[in-house]
T-cell receptor, first 113, second 113 residues
Framework: DVKVTQSSRYLVKRTGEKVFLECVQDMDHENMFWYRQDPGLGLRLIYFSYDVKMKEKGDIPEGYSVSREKKERFSLILESASTNQTSMYLC????????????FGQGTRLTVV | AQKITQTQPGMFVQEKEAVTLDCTYDTSDQSYGLFWYKQPSSGEMIFLIYQGSYDEQNATEGRYSLNFQKARKSANLVISASQLGDSAMYFCAMLGSNYKLTFGKGTLLTVNP
């Protein structure tokens, strides 16, 4: 069974902290994505990666960075967390084929206080 | 730029009736994929149906069908014979030629008994 695993279901961090959100997939997928989901705004793409060490900015990359050192792992980094980054974060992966759907992790609910 | 627009924040339907959820998209790509996902209150993202930009026939998957009108850049989801379990958030998404996967803001469907 395909699996995308996010390291934490719930996370509480303080303003100014450096925060790492980890995502691991076991399907040997080339593409990986990070989204944030907020009520009324849907899923907004932060960053995506189509290969190891490759990354592309999504629609809202400000305040975030990513790392993809291994194919199965895609990390989202909040360099200095702020309260407006309180959100649900979703990771997804897919193969580079427009016929195939993406698979999602269970999400990480991040609260920055 | 790649964009998905879902103009219906919320929809209501009576059990056993059909409902159409609207989705329009904007892209300069010639080749792209269109997807619909369901997100119940549990938060998981469930893939429902896919339509390729070169597919001449509308996609169908059980009670789900995709009304694809390429010239109008629309990809509406039709759910036939609605069930109480269909109550959820529904997202339209597009995968472009650069592997960017973009989502709309979603439509909250409520099925009334």
């Amino acid at each position: 069974d395909v699996k995308v695993t996010q390291s934490s279901r719930y996370l509480v961090k303080r303003t100014g902290e450096k925060v790492f959100l980890e995502c691991v997939q076991d399907m040997d997928h080339e593409n990986m994505f990070w989204y944030r989901q907020d009520p009324g705004l849907g899923l907004r793409l932060i960053y995506f990666s189509y290969d190891v060490k490759m990354k592309e900015k999504g629609d809202i990359p400000e305040g975030y960075s990513v790392s993809r050192e291994k194919k199965e792992r895609f990390s989202l980094i909040l360099e200095s967390a702020s309260t407006n980054q309180t959100s649900m974060y979703l990771c997804a992966s897919s193969i580079p084929d427009r016929n195939t759907e993406a698979f999602f992790g269970q999400g990480t609910r991040l609260t920055v206080v | 730029a790649q964009k998905i627009t879902q103009t219906q924040p919320g929809m209501f339907v009576q059990e056993k009736e059909a409902v159409t959820l609207d989705c329009t998209y904007d892209t300069s790509d010639q080749s792209y994929g269109l997807f619909w996902y369901k997100q119940p209150s549990s938060g998981e993202m469930i893939f429902l149906i896919y339509q390729g930009s070169y597919d001449e026939q509308n996609a169908t998957e059980g009670r789900y069908s995709l009304n694809f009108q390429k010239a109008r850049k629309s990809a509406n989801l039709v759910i036939s014979a609605s069930q109480l379990g269909d109550s959820a958030m529904y997202f339209c998404a597009m995968l472009g030629s650069n592997y960017k996967l973009t989502f709309g803001k979603g439509t909250l469907l409520t099925v009334n008994p």
